[in-house]
């Protein structure tokens, strides 16, 4: 069995090159990363009793990265001290996400993989799953993987959309039609789960949920904002059991 959806994966390679150009199509995930990392950084701190205001404060973490793409989360998770593995099942995204990596004399473990084909034998601190699961065939088979890959106590972040009538008016109508910030078609509204599905399945699976945040864009200052909004954009911390 396998999680990787091929229509997926070629969208995806077809883009591959713009990964880093902060005004092309992945201009949207470059405004998306300050919240996000200041929120898996908190939750990190807060989970095992690291200081954040430490420079390396991920130093001998072991990260995973699932759909890493170019590696806009793995890089700074690197930076942080973080011993990071990037995966992603579009082998041009990891070529790019090497290359960059690279040019900025970061050594992270990058793999054209997607996470059931990789070993459990190797455990992780920390899995990230961000704007992912919406883009995998079997969910179920892609969570029962995450699980078997993380370390016990460690924790998983998945952020995704959830599947509402004004994520479909902001997440595909807005960000694809309108706005024009994501390609025609980068999303399918019926591949949204709600946050109470998602943790269902992941309870199903033994892991505790620990924190459920809504992601926001305030258009007035042009910035994401951590909110209690679960309507479209959310993310959930999740620890194993």
Known sequence: MTTINKDEIQK?????????????????????????????????????????????????????????????????????GGRV?????????IKVAYLHSKKNNLKINYQNKSPEQLKEKEKYDVILNLEIVEHVDNLDLYLSSCYNLLKKNGLMFTATINRTFISYIKAIIGAEYVLRWLPIGTHDWNKFIKPEELQEKLVGINFSSKDISGLEFNPLVNKWKKSQNLSVNYIICSSKN
């Open 85 to 93: 593995t990037g995966i992603d099942a579009a082998e041009k995204n």
């Open 12 to 80: 995806f390679s077809n883009l591959a090159n713009e990964w880093w150009d902060v005004k092309g199509k992945f201009k949207p995930l470059h405004m998306f990363n300050p919240i996000r990392i200041e929120y898996i950084l908190d939750e990190i701190s807060k989970h095992f009793s690291i200081d954040k205001d430490k420079r390396l404060m991920l130093k001998n973490l072991e990260i995973l990265d699932i759909g890493c793409g170019g590696g806009l989360m793995s890089e700074p998770m690197a930076r942080l």
